[in-house]
């Protein structure tokens, strides 16, 4: 999957933008635009049940193609979801753990509405393409994209691809060990001791009770749990795929961001020297592109359709 150039940012003058739908938990941001540097419009829909919200996003789209016309449709969805293109439940969500999201047909309803190309992934992959196009990984192929939020999302991309097989990656989910005193509740009702269950804002929730993230003090023993999990991630990470930089970001981090700064120490002391990485400080990041990763990503997966189907 190659990815066209901004337009605007190359001196390009392509005359219709992109569109792109982010679907997350709580909210789907819909964006139309050549890039983050030149976004036309871009407008909110609540995450309710997904005839509602798919019936808003469709009104949303209709209304920018009815009046700006877009080039390709970028849609990125919060998963699991089905990226097998001869699956028949390709572009559904799948086991979400979301209320009346299970087999939402999303893609499928979005992109049958317009003749133009469309792409579909989860809304970490974008994330992910967005930040080696305009951010923190520009010039890698090598990447992984974090999010710790309400959930733990992993876009990873292995010689500029996302990486497929059985499904998406779903590295959130992976299993690791839990610090000797944790004896606290995981978040996940799938795994006892995944990344997600351990260090999401639903985990921290399962673990001190109904509490806004943005009010737990720095010190709190919370964090050493939540920095050992995502650590644990990390080292897997390095281990098999070897991204050349991690970006982690979502709204825990956002909230506590004295958690990043913990991470890259505590990752160069578990790999202990095994392995080589780039130098400190310039590995584990944040997003360059912050609360615009998500949305720029679905208009990455636009240009990504739209560079596809032209065959370049």
Request: with cysteine; aromatic share 6%.
């Amino acid at each position: 999957m190659t990815i066209l150039p901004d337009p605007i940012a190359s001196g390009g003058n392509r005359t219709l933008p992109f569109a792109g739908i982010e679907l997350g938990g709580t909210k789907c941001v819909c964006t139309l635009a050549f890039g983050p540097g030149a976004i036309v419009a871009q407008e909110t829909v609540p995450t309710e049940h997904p005839s509602t919200t798919i019936a808003a996003i469709a009104a949303v789209l209709q209304g920018w193609w009815d009046t700006h016309g877009f080039a390709a449709l970028g849609i990125a969805s919060f998963g699991p979801v089905d990226l097998d293109p001869t699956s028949p439940t390709w572009g559904h969500i799948l086991a979400t753990t979301k209320p009346d999201w299970p087999m939402a047909n999303v893609a499928g309803v979005l992109s049958a509405m317009f003749d133009v190309p469309s792409a579909f992934d989860t809304d970490v992959n974008g994330a992910a393409f967005a930040e080696t196009l305009w951010g923190c990984a520009q010039g890698l192929e090598d990447f992984a994209y974090v999010t710790i939020g309400t959930g733990v999302g992993v876009g990873l991309l292995v010689n500029g691809q996302p990486t497929r097989g059985l499904g998406h990656a779903e590295i959130g989910h992976l299993r690791v060990p839990r610090l000797p005193t944790d004896t606290q509740p995981s978040g996940c009702p799938f795994h006892d001791d995944c990344v997600e269950g351990l260090a999401s804002g639903t985990g921290i929730a399962a673990a001190l009770g109904d509490v806004h993230v943005s009010t737990i003090s720095a010190d709190h023993v919370v964090w050493d749990r939540v920095v050992a999990a995502i650590v644990a991630m990390c080292h897997a990470m390095v281990a098999t795929t070897g991204p050349k930089r991690i970006a982690i970001g979502g709204g825990v981090m956002t909230k506590q961001p004295h958690v990043l700064a913990r991470i890259e120490p505590a990752l160069r002391a578990s790999i202990n020297g095994y392995l080589p990485l780039p130098p400190e400080g310039t590995y584990v990041v944040a997003p360059m592109l912050g609360e615009q990763a998500g949305p720029m990503g679905s208009i990455a997966l636009a240009q990504v359709a739209l560079r596809e189907a032209v065959g370049a």
